[in-house]
């Protein structure tokens, strides 16, 4: 069993930044592929970012790319989301989760869950 703690979440100004961090309790951290997901009011949980195990391999979702950045510090069973440019429609509950599949981008494939922080943007 693996637990997520999500922190780093707030209310923030349009075009500030925030940066989330997700520890994981496993020793086996290094093993797992790294996900964030959202999920806004009334909306479906969508794909954030994600990160390989190594930290090798990063993907983003079209609507964060240049803007956001997953990082990964193994020694410390961590996971970042640095998020600049923040707007408004960036507010959301922002999860980690974690999985062992090749595929990234579905919340199906990811097998352990963090509770959530939210992110909120004022304009």
């Known amino acids: 069993q693996v637990q997520l703690v999500e922190s780093g979440g707030g209310l923030v100004q349009a075009g500030g930044s925030l940066r989330l961090s997700c520890a994981a309790s496993?020793?086996?951290?290094?093993?797992?592929?790294m996900g964030w997901f959202r999920q806004a009011p009334g909306k479906e949980r969508e794909f954030v970012a994600a990160i390989s195990w190594s930290g090798g391999s990063t993907y983003y979702a079209d609507s964060v790319k240049g803007r956001f950045t997953i990082s990964r510090d193994n020694a410390k069973n961590t996971v970042y989301l640095q998020m600049n440019s923040l707007k408004p429609e960036d507010t959301a509950v922002y999860y980690c989760?974690?999985?062992?599949?090749?595929?990234?981008?579905?919340?199906?494939?990811?097998?352990?869950w963090g509770q959530g922080t939210q992110v909120t943007v004022s304009s």
């Open positions: 496993t020793r086996t951290f290094s093993t797992y592929t």
């Open positions: 989760a974690a999985h062992r599949s090749s595929s990234v981008y579905y919340s199906s494939s990811y097998d352990y």
